[in-house]
């Protein structure tokens, strides 16, 4: 990691390289891409399989639906302590998910007016498990338990050269439409339908370049969820652990070469030690190594309120701070990790919390894929005479201060005047 003093010669500029970051596809990928969500839109089954062989390296004899006979021998042959994880990660997610679901209500805010707010799910959802370097059961199991609490009836999940663990995770919380197919095509499919795939209202879920530059080509065509890109970690730390700083910093590096990684601190000595410590971790995780040459920076500030104003203008997918007390300060970020024991692969397996984080300082605008994703706030309102003759005067005036005389003519022909 390289060590930059705030206010020194290039560390505003870096800075603001670091601040103007977006998950944008790369334009190098964009005619690929193109080329293949166009295929899937006109060609359908065919075309979805024809790429996944060539990309995903299936048989050309591989049923691209995922049974759930196969969903149960991967269940079958995990081992126990795996099946109890996958349990204790599932009840956490779930209990969270729950909380977070909106509530229906109404009120009346004037004798003869009732307004109020009804909940109601997406009807299908479409959740993207990537299946590249890692197996990510964990992914499957935060996208698909929100849409369950949600209440979402058709949940379609995909994945490429699904790894046995993934199996075991879709059997366990009786995933129903399962195929094995990733990438640009995967993406296509769920938006715009196949012979085979039915297209669904929402996708979500993390991905690859081309994964990410398709869900952005579909965007108007079919919601999703948000622009994922590379992990990103940022501890803000005064009196951290430097073995605890170093071992988060080197975990969420060892997801992507691309990853960021990031230590604001004040504290000259404990940068100096984060770095010695991150050193000696990298030599037997070459993908962290990589990732910290590349992306990974120890930013010295003068002040603990320039580390402070630094970490909100990065708006860091994951966060670390020293005490509860730091969250009054913390403006922008997708979660946030408080205290020396709370290890930031904990919310990526067990704690409740999705792991589906904005990148690219989107948490400047929105936080973590939830129960709130797979549901619509349907506004409702309700008047009686009493209530019409109450407020359609002040409605009839701004409809005609706007020229807008039908919509005045409608509240008249009820009986109110103005």
Known sequence: MKLVRVGSRGAERLLEELEGRRAAASESVLPTVRRIVRGVRRGGDAALKRYAVKFDGISPQSQLRISRD????????????FKQALRVAATNIRAFAERQMPTEWNFSPLCGL?????????????????????????TLLMTVIPAQVAGVSRIVVVSPRPAPETLAAAWMLGVEHFYRIGGAQAIAAMAYGTESLPR????????????????????????IDMLAGPTEIVVTSEKGNAVAIASDLVAQAEHDPQALAIFVTTMDTLARDVIKEVSERVKTNAIARESLLRNGVVMLAPTVEV??????????????????????????????????HSAQPMGDYVSGPNHTL??????????GLSVLDFVRIMTVQKYTRQGLLKLGPAAITLAEAEGLKGHAEAIRARGARG
Not at 70 to 81: D, F
Not at 123 to 134: K, Q, T
Not at 201 to 209: E, R, S, T
């Open 358 to 367: 904005p990148t690219g300082t989107m948490a400047r605008v929105r936080g």
């Open 200 to 223: 669904v209202d929402k996708i979500v879920g993390p991905g690859n370049l081309y994964v990410t530059a398709a869900k952005k080509m579909v965007a108007f065509d079919c919601s």
């Open 70 to 81: 196969e969903m149960r021998e991967g269940w079958e042959e995990a081992s126990s302590s």
């Open 114 to 138: 009732t307004t109020g707010q009804a909940i109601r799910a997406v009807e299908a959802a479409g959740c993207y498990v990537p299946s590249g370097r890692y197996p990510l059961p964990s």
């Open 307 to 340: 580390a402070r104003e630094i970490t909100n203008r990065l708006a860091p997918e994951h966060l670390t701070v020293d005490s509860v007390a730091d969250l009054k300060w913390v403006r922008n970020a997708g979660s946030v990790f408080i205290g020396r």
